[in-house]
């Protein structure tokens, strides 16, 4: 935060002149800039990454930043973490449903179109292109916050793990041998090994 003060006050003269007065009112304000950064779990990457955006931001801003726009700098874009811009996304997305619909292999330029595929590609079947492609911005923008936040994507999940089997429909399992069932194949077998042991023997 000692850091952060000179920068808004130096780049931002209109900051100064409306927070920094006085040392309690310019304490007060840094610490609603601390508390957001506590709250948003920004580390010491993250703080010098949102120091050098602000420096670049006052080319073009005016005013500075308010504490939660400030912790939003501070957290990697989307290009910093090599998620592709949602265009992009989106057009892998329908080429991966088109290949799925004609049983052909395909492989997404990122894993985050697989999820997000996953999850919402149906969709493409039951709604306009237009809601089609809300749908799936809303998901970008879930897992990019989450991914921006330091989360990890799900790993692919099989149908039927490796060490399962599937359960065989009760139509094809076999019934029980009751005791009288065994009984009955006990002195079939035994009739049969009777009548071998009385054919004459060719000599």
Known sequence: MATLLPVLTTYHPVFASQFCQ???QAHGVIAQYAK???????????????????????????????????AAMCKPT????????????LAD?????????????????????????????DLIYTLTSIEFEDAIRAEY?????????????PEPQLAIGHDQRPEMPAELRLAPV????????AMAAEAAQSKQQNQPQIP
């Open 22 to 24: 006085t040392d309690e």
């Open 36 to 70: 957001r950064m506590l709250d948003e779990c920004i580390d010491a990457a993250g703080f010098e990454r949102g120091i050098g955006a602000l420096e670049k931001r006052a080319a073009t801003e005016r005013f500075a930043p308010n504490p939660s726009e400030f």
């Open 78 to 89: 989307p290009a910093d973490l090599g998620i592709p811009d949602f265009r992009s996304l």
């Open 93 to 121: 997305i329908i080429a991966g449903k088109q290949a799925q619909r004609f049983g052909e292999g395909y492989v997404f330029a990122h894993p985050l179109a697989r999820v997000i595929c996953s999850r919402k590609g």
């Open 141 to 153: 923008d879930h897992w990019t916050k989450r991914l921006q936040a330091g989360e990890q994507l």
């Open 178 to 185: 009751s005791p009288l069932a065994k009984r009955v194949q």
